[in-house]
């Protein structure tokens, strides 16, 4: 009755890399030039490292390496038959240069002191290559390996081996996308076959170890546990037509005890099932929604408890109707058995509506009128760019200015009528901003339709003294500012400068600009405003916000109002510290470093890091209490059973392995008094199967979410910093984010411990708040430098000296770039430890 299973498809490679290639390393020892009279002898030798042991994990390129002030040389004919051609310090390659192996390999890209470090490729006689990320000639960071045979693999790297977040493409056509360890898969992770076979869940030394579905292409699957690339522990087979089986499993055969059920029968009244308050869906969580009872959709009229050993059925008798009322399919199961629309509805947990940001703008509202300009003239700027022209950026884009379009009412030839009155439009060199939309990701038609779709935009209330309005687009993902004639001015002074920056640094936390347009309204005056990047969209609910700028002169917000989820606190009220996963503190201090050494060259102050805080578990009342939100039990963290508590469903776990199975291990003859005995105890162990099968102690890997992701927080160190590479660390929500690689500044896992880097002013402010935390607590951070356009003017100078005769020169936010940018890269290495 229960069928074989279909044979599972072999890992492409198991999956890991052969170490086909190896690559050359310059040695710390004195390269001779051409002219030296160094004996050929003593000319160094090749350092091979296996080059397809890859993995690892650094954001950004170190700018040490910049060839800037270097001497550049003539190509260097070395007497081993290597040649140089480039930055050349202390007889060393330094700064940028070639280097030409006799074998025909070479690697263009960064040096420092004679080892490849920054950004470089390196190419193998075979033709294969790495492109990407190398610290002090390791292949580490983010870069690509492409090998002869279409291999590629495009991700993390640490000391020439996959670690951390990546994808591998084989050249059979198999594909991993997940957590690598130490050049293996290792962590959650997905891998597709060829064939369509597919299995999404954890990984260890390359093999599926842990908790996974795995889906044939025929439509069987298996939900449960594994052990070295078998099904071992429990789990649940599923057949195409819904008929299934839930139980014990042992070296990917049915080993122990088990209940095996014909296909589900709907009921006929089943539509647009939404989960009833309180049913349980794939995730393990209890559905908020007012909707149907799972337990309504079906009826389960037939069901065989078996025993099985080493997959050879032992005995099986008919389930008792008690039993059918008391067992609860798995959720895959019953979506199995949907085979409509209303699935989709049905696996849909309804969220929490959290409250939103701004205020919706309607018609009659005082910026209808200009959200209407703004979104036509958004839509035309980008419709009329020509997809076909993809060429480079010249001198002259940075010049190019489209001359005032008129958008009358009534309409043109190239213009739709429109609701609002006449109006001018403007656009600031189209093809640099299309640029920079394709440098950060930012697709046309989802752009166009983010800001212009048919939804309102959202207008917000202005967060500092600047007096601009912000829009926000619908979905979260972009801000429109008005701006100052000023700020337009210094945006396109350093709009060069910021390009080259940003497409040379790929983890750069400053702020992503996507358009520069101007409005003209009919007898009106003139309204400048630039696109920009939201740091905080995301799907996490962000319950603080800080604007943090490493000064305390009036730093702190009034304590007198409430504070909200939207409320943007200040340095003095950060009241917490933060420890990241290993390695990434010093990742952030030196990517601000570099992005403020770009704003001192700009002559730019003023400027802030905003910081959002998702706290991963609001179950603790106090902690929910001081945070203004409902206690809610974090997402994710339950079973799938409504029926039973964790201690409960352990314990009948217990009983099913122990109590139930243990006395029915011997086979005997039918029809003997031992048998029936046996027989007899299987029947009244009913009760405990039933609590037993209902507890399944994984996790749906095929519908998990950003939400399901961060609410499994990851262990710590002694040191109280996330466990790398674990379910709920920075990697594993990258890749349930839909993102190739960690992005610096999003969804980075943290721990907050209580701690005032800055003292609380009580004379000038008074009593401090109470504390937010009583201990540490797992917290996901989202964060970046806004506010880079202001000048430090005639204006900024007179304030700071104005402000210096009654405080401390340090305690002004205004000062000039070098003190300010020096003052907050101090601030960050106290608030991140």
Avoid at 486 to 509: C, D, G, I, N, S
Avoid at 532 to 555: C, E, P, V, Y
Wanted: include cysteine; aromatic fraction near 10%.
């Amino acid at each position: 009755m229960s069928g074989p299973e279909t044979p599972r498809p072999a890992l492409s490679e198991d999956p890991q890399l052969v170490k086909s290639e190896t690559y050359k390393e310059v040695p710390e020892a004195t390269i001779p030039d051409a002219t030296s009279s160094t004996n050929p002898s003593d000319s160094f030798g090749d350092s091979a490292v296996a080059a397809d042991k890859n993995s690892g994990r650094s954001y950004f390129s170190s700018d040490s390496s910049a060839s800037a002030g270097l001497p550049k040389s003539k190509t260097r004919q070395l007497p081993n038959g290597d040649s140089y051609e480039g930055g050349w310090q202390n007889g060393h390659p330094e700064g940028t240069g070639l280097y030409r192996w006799a074998d025909g390999s070479h690697y263009e890209g960064s040096w420092l002191a004679g080892k490849k470090h920054g950004r470089g490729m390196y190419q193998w006689p075979s033709g294969a290559q790495y492109e990407g990320d190398w610290v002090h000639g390791f292949m580490q960071g983010v870069g690509t390996y492409k090998s002869k045979d279409g291999t590629q693999y495009a991700g993390s790297w640490l000391r020439d081996e996959k670690h951390g977040l990546g994808t591998k493409k084989y050249a059979n056509g198999d594909m991993y996308e997940g957590l690598w360890k130490n050049g293996k898969p290792g962590g959650p992770g997905m891998y597709r076959w060829i064939d369509k076979s597919e299995y999404n869940g954890e990984w260890v030394q390359g093999r599926m170890h842990g908790r996974g579905t795995f889906i044939w292409p025929t439509g069987e699957r298996y939900d449960g546990e594994w052990t070295e690339g078998r099904e071992n522990g429990r789990g649940v087979f599923t057949w195409a037509d819904s008929s299934f089986f839930d139980g014990l499993w042992a070296v990917g055969l049915k080993h122990g005890i088990g209940v095996w059920s014909p296909p589900l029968e709907l009921k006929k009244d089943v539509h647009s099932p939404t989960p009833k308050k309180g049913s349980v869906t794939e995730t393990g969580v209890e559905s908020e929604g007012e909707g149907v009872d799972l337990k309504d959709l079906y009826t389960i009229r037939r069901m065989m408890l078996q025993e099985y050993s080493e997959g050879q059925l032992l005995r099986e008798e008919v389930a008792s109707q008690t039993f059918c009322a008391q067992y609860q399919p798995p959720y895959s199961v019953l979506m199995s058995a949907i085979k409509s629309k209303d699935a989709k509805k049905l696996k849909r947990k309804k969220k929490k509506k959290q409250k939103q940001v701004g205020e919706t703008i309607f018609k009659g509202h005082r910026s209808y009128d200009l959200m209407v300009n703004l979104q036509l003239g958004i839509r035309w700027s980008v419709g009329r760019m020509n997809p076909a022209d993809d060429r480079d950026i010249n001198s002259n884009d940075f010049t190019q200015v489209i001359g005032e379009r008129s958008f009358p009412r009534e309409g043109s030839d190239e213009t739709p009528p429109h609701p609002s009155g006449d109006f001018k439009w403007k656009d600031y060199y189209p093809m640099v901003f299309r640029k920079l939309r394709e440098r950060f990701g930012i697709d046309a038609g989802l752009y166009v339709n983010s800001l212009c779709g048919d939804a309102a935009l959202r207008e917000l209330s202005s967060p500092g003294k600047s007096g601009s309005i912000f829009f926000l687009s619908q979905d979260d993902r972009f801000i429109i500012k008005t701006m100052k004639k000023e700020e337009m001015t210094k945006l396109r002074q350093m709009l060069p400068k910021y390009l080259a920056h940003v497409q040379q640094h790929q983890h750069t936390l400053l702020t992503k600009f996507f358009g520069l347009h101007r409005i003209k309204p009919h007898k009106g005056r003139k309204v400048r405003f630039v696109v920009m990047g939201n740091l905080l969209a995301t799907d996490l609910h962000i319950q603080r916000r800080f604007d943090l700028k490493g000064s305390w002169l009036g730093r702190y917000t009034d304590k007198s109002k409430q504070v909200e989820e939207t409320t943007i606190l200040k340095d003095l009220d950060l009241d917490v510290v933060f420890k990241l996963e290993s390695g990434w503190r010093d990742k952030m201090l030196e990517q601000i470093r570099v992005d403020c050494q770009l704003l001192e060259v700009l002559g730019v102050m003023d400027y802030s890091l905003l910081l959002g805080v998702h706290f991963r578990d609001t179950s603790n009342p106090a902690l929910a209490a001081k945070l203004a939100v409902q206690s809610e039990v974090s997402q994710d963290s339950g079973t799938e059973t409504e029926m039973f508590d964790d201690k409960t469903a352990r314990s009948a776990h217990l009983t099913l392995t122990g109590e139930v199975s243990g006395p029915l291990s011997s086979v005997e003859e039918e029809g003997s008094s031992a048998s029936k005995q046996k027989q007899t105890t299987l029947v009244s162990k009913e009760g405990a199967i039933a609590k037993a099968l209902n507890y399944r102690p994984w996790k749906a890997h095929t519908n998990r979410s950003l939400q399901t992701v961060a609410a499994s927080r990851p262990g710590r160190t002694m040191s109280l910093r996330p466990i790398s590479y674990a379910e709920g660390s920075t990697d594993a929500m990258a890749q349930i984010d839909g993102l190739g690689t960690v992005a610096l500044g999003s969804n980075i896992a943290a721990t907050a411990i209580p701690h005032r880097v800055m003292s609380w002013p009580d004379k000038e402010a008074g009593e401090a708040r109470p504390t937010l935390l009583d201990g540490p607590a797992d917290v996901v951070l989202h964060f970046g430098v806004i506010d880079i356009l202001q000048d430090y003017n005639v204006t900024k100078q007179v304030e700071h000296s104005f402000k210096s005769l009654y405080h401390t020169a340090k305690s002004i936010s205004s000062c000039d770039p070098i003190a300010y940018s020096k003052r907050l890269q101090k601030y960050m290495e106290q608030v991140f430890l």
